[in-house]
């Protein structure tokens, strides 16, 4: 799997990595959306999925989001959140709003998240993603 995870936390970017060998997965890591565009808009090969936090500085998760869908080749890729945000605050709905593929909520496992992002890569048969 192509993935990109973009989250401020340098702990939490190792947790991806632990949760995503990079001997089985080509995962890119940055600390936040403005250092996102800055790698996708440099690539003409879309990512399988991306992993976003909401929160961060320079520019957020629903900033990136934005940015993302605006961006022909990468438009499509999903989005899976990984959040402590509350389900029902205005950045939440934002996100949703833009398209998320799933919401992963903080602390998760390595093996759930996994999952997730394995179903909105390849969903189930009869189920579009």
């Given at each position: 799997?192509?993935?990109?995870?973009?989250?401020?936390?340098?702990?939490?970017?190792?947790?991806?990595?632990?949760?995503?060998?990079?001997?089985?997965?080509?995962?890119?890591?940055?600390?936040?959306?403005?250092?996102?565009?800055?790698?996708?808009?440099?690539?003409?090969?879309?990512?399988?999925?991306?992993?976003?936090?909401?929160?961060?500085?320079?520019?957020?998760?629903?900033?990136?989001?934005?940015?993302?869908?605006?961006?022909?080749?990468?438009?499509?890729?999903?989005v899976v959140l990984t959040t402590a945000?509350?389900?029902?605050?205005?950045?939440?709905?934002?996100?949703?709003?833009?398209?998320?593929?799933?919401?992963?909520?903080?602390?998760?496992?390595?093996?759930?998240?996994?999952?997730?992002?394995?179903?909105?890569?390849?969903?189930?048969?009869?189920?579009?993603?």
């Open positions: 799997m192509r993935l990109l995870v973009v989250e401020d936390s340098p702990l939490l970017r190792r947790m991806f990595g632990l949760a995503f060998p990079t001997q089985m997965n080509d995962l890119q890591s940055v600390e936040n959306g403005r250092a996102a565009m800055d790698l996708l808009e440099g690539s003409d090969r879309p990512f399988d999925a991306v992993l976003l936090d909401l929160r961060m500085p320079d520019m957020d998760g629903v900033e990136f989001l934005r940015a993302l869908r605006r961006q022909p080749v990468h438009r499509l890729t999903p945000e509350s389900d029902d605050s205005a950045l939440m709905e934002q996100a949703r709003t833009l398209g998320v593929a799933a919401i992963v909520k903080k602390p998760w496992s390595p093996q759930g998240l996994r999952t997730v992002v394995q179903q909105v890569i390849e969903p189930p048969p009869g189920r579009k993603p």
